[in-house]
């Protein structure tokens, strides 16, 4: 570190420390490092943030502010209603499998009670109580 930098640091600490702890010319020591932030750039908010945008959004809302842009909320959008759409397919799909299962088997089993009912009209026998013997195997 060359000598008029030393300096400087030194002037700016002794500067800090004037009546109070408050200095008469404040100087923020990110600034002091990383230096000035480019005109219309807003440090640490991500890219194509602008101060107008950051005023809009912050005027918007009443709890903290953040800048989504416009694509990436209509890509999450479509991603998530995708996805709603792919797992409401496949609750209907096991959904409506399992009322054509319960639809056949009570048919089939009311068939088979009115044809054993038919070869043997003294036996009495009931279609619901043959489908729940057919489904407890």
Request: with cysteine; proline share 4%.
């Amino acid at each position: 570190m060359d000598k008029a930098r030393i300096e400087e640091i030194a002037s700016q600490q002794a500067g800090e420390h004037v009546e109070g702890g408050e200095s008469s010319n404040p100087v923020d020591p990110f600034e002091a490092i990383m230096g000035k932030d480019p005109k219309g750039r807003l440090r640490l908010y991500g890219r194509g943030v602008v101060a107008s945008t950051l005023g809009k959004v912050s005027a918007r809302s009443s709890g903290a502010s953040v800048y989504v842009p416009e694509e990436l909320l209509k890509s999450i959008k479509e991603d998530v209603a995708a996805q709603l759409r792919s797992e409401l397919r496949n609750e209907l799909k096991t959904q409506v499998t399992q009322e054509v299962k319960d639809h056949w088997a009570t048919a089939y089993c009311q068939t088979m009670a009115h044809q054993l009912k038919q070869l043997h009209p003294r036996l009495d026998i009931n279609a619901e109580a043959l489908r729940r013997l057919a489904t407890a195997t």
